[in-house]
């Protein structure tokens, strides 16, 4: 098994993980969120396997809610930021140059901005929301997407195959549907895949900071944050949504490097002889 095939085998077993959890929650939890019964931030034991929080709520319930929010969070917010970022970048390759420049300029001051300094400025118009997190990191991210699209469409204007399609009469959609996108997606996918886990980090941030799903949404960077004051008595409320957050965007990464190498195969490091 070559390194390419072990990066992805890796993250996909790691992203796969969660994705079972996420589904799981969906028909089954050991407690219902609203259950205070199990005593306040009582250890790990056979009822609690991770114990509870100070409200005497199970853990593990809300970290597998949390797994179905994470992922719906990176879900969402990458889609946003997909049809945007490419309508944008492609608008902007096949624009004149006047107009690729302006927009060129405009994309590079919106990535100036970091993505979770922007999304808490958008989250900051409206009423916090699951909505309004996915929305704001979409928009925020977007930006990104949209310089990788314009890179890339660029590239795939000027070459031989598209110039013989506009001679031969394909309109500016076929070229589009028939020669750019294809072209671009195996780049874009190792995009957005990044992309996914900035997001992940970027609602646990802002859920952090109370801009993020409110409560009963038992989000990963919610749970860090009642946790804070509690760590040195209840460790796992800290530790195990921690965790959790680390198994995603690492899974993640790892199948963004796969998909790298893949795409371009003369990064690939190949092992010594």
């Known amino acids: ?26 028909v089954w939890l ?14 790990p034991s056979a009822e609690h396997l991770l114990g509870t929080d100070k409200l005497g709520r ?37 624009a004149a140059p006047w107009i690729d420049d302006a927009v060129s300029a405009f994309i590079d ?6 993505v979770l300094l922007t999304a808490m400025l958008i989250v900051a118009l409206q009423p916090p929301s699951l ?9 925020a991210m977007s930006a990104v997407v949209a310089r990788v699209a314009r890179i890339l469409a660029r590239r795939e204007v000027g070459s031989p ?39 992940v980090l970027a609602e646990a941030s802002l859920s952090y900071l109370g801009l993020g799903a409110p409560p009963p949404n038992a989000s990963w960077g ?8 509690t760590v040195l008595i209840a460790p796992a409320g800290a530790i195990a949504p921690g965790l959790a957050l680390v198994v995603l965007v690492l899974g993640v990464n790892f199948v963004a490097d796969g998909l790298r190498d893949a795409a371009d195969p003369t990064r690939r490091r190949r092992r010594p002889a």
């Not at 996909?12 to 994705?19: M, Y």
């Not at 909505?131 to 928009?139: D, F």
């Not at 919610?222 to 004051?229: I, K, T, Y």
């Open 1 to 26: 098994m070559n390194r390419r095939r072990a990066t992805l085998g890796i993250g996909a077993l790691l992203v796969g993980a969660v994705l079972v959890v996420a589904l799981v929650s969906l």
């Open 30 to 43: 050991p407690y219902p969120l609203d259950d205070t019964t199990g005593g306040r931030l009582s250890p």
């Open 58 to 94: 199970d853990l593990l319930s809300q970290l597998m809610v949390g797994a179905r929010i994470a992922l719906a969070v990176g879900t969402g917010s990458v889609a946003i930021a997909a049809v945007l970022g490419v309508l944008i970048g492609l608008a902007a390759a096949l």
């Open 109 to 114: 001051v919106a990535i100036a901005f970091p």
């Open 131 to 139: 909505g309004s997190a996915v929305l704001a990191i979409g928009l």
């Open 161 to 199: 195959y598209v110039v013989a399609a506009r001679t031969s009469g394909t309109g500016t959609l076929g070229i589009v549907r028939r020669h750019l996108l294809p072209n671009m997606a195996p780049t874009l996918a190792v995009t957005l895949a990044l992309q996914f886990g900035a997001a």
């Open 222 to 229: 919610r749970l860090l944050q009642e946790a804070q004051g």
